[in-house]
């Protein structure tokens, strides 16, 4: 299966959802191929510290970045039981690409107005590459949700609105650990001290890509 993290607006912790989602894809037993195709490079980084601090990684990371990216994935995708696109926040020939391809577009908004607004926009652009991929399945969550407050409630009820996406209900806390873990190189699965809630908001996304919906891919 080939997963996109993707999105119009960028800062809202996609590179955090692929990698994380990478680790646990791999500790299943999958062959896993996480591609980095944004031009910041984040997941290539997180990766390289990894390489830097001998931590054992059983999956692959590359870059690819504009058109090469489907016809390298097409190539390569037989070679795999999972692919993990993480593409910037931004509407590139990238994220067309990645999109083109997927079988699942898993689309991060932190509980904003600016993060929702983008949200018709999104829509024109999934609407635009629906034609090139008719099986393409597309789903929102709230990422870095307030652990107080409506906001989170107010924006997964917009969500749920449209029609053209669905709507992920368990979402992902704005938890330091999060960063902790990165900055090693690691998922929350990985670290030594477990923090108990970010690992169970991540195996929630885990089950609701891989487990609920797998047998529609």
């Not at 990165?182 to 690992?199: P, R």
Request: aromatic fraction near 4%; include cysteine.
């Amino acid at each position: 299966m080939i997963l996109v993290v993707g999105g119009i607006k960028g800062g809202t912790g996609k590179t955090t959802i692929a990698t994380n989602l990478a680790v646990m894809r791999s500790a299943s037993g999958k062959k896993v191929l996480l591609v980095d195709a944004d031009e910041q490079k984040s997941t290539s980084i997180w990766a390289n510290q990894r390489d830097v601090l001998e931590i054992e990684t059983k999956w692959s990371t590359i870059t690819l970045v504009g058109k090469a990216l489907r016809s390298q994935l097409e190539r390569m995708r037989a070679d795999y039981d999972d692919i993990i696109i993480d593409v910037g926040g931004r509407e590139t020939t990238s994220l067309r690409a990645a999109i083109s391809i997927a079988d699942i577009c898993l689309i991060p908004f932190k509980p904003r107005s600016l993060d929702i607004w983008t949200l018709s926009d999104v829509k024109a652009l999934i609407a635009e590459m629906r034609p090139a991929n008719p099986k393409l399945k597309v789903f929102a969550m709230i990422n870095q949700a307030d652990s107080k407050g409506s906001d989170n409630e107010g924006s997964i009820n917009i969500l749920q609105e449209c029609e053209e996406i669905k709507c992920i209900d368990s979402t992902i806390g704005c938890r330091k650990s999060f960063a902790n873990a990165a900055s090693d190189g690691l998922g929350v699965v990985e670290m030594k001290i477990i923090d108990k809630k970010a690992t169970q908001e991540i195996q929630d996304l885990y089950e609701v890509l891989y487990n609920k919906h797998m047998s529609d891919v």
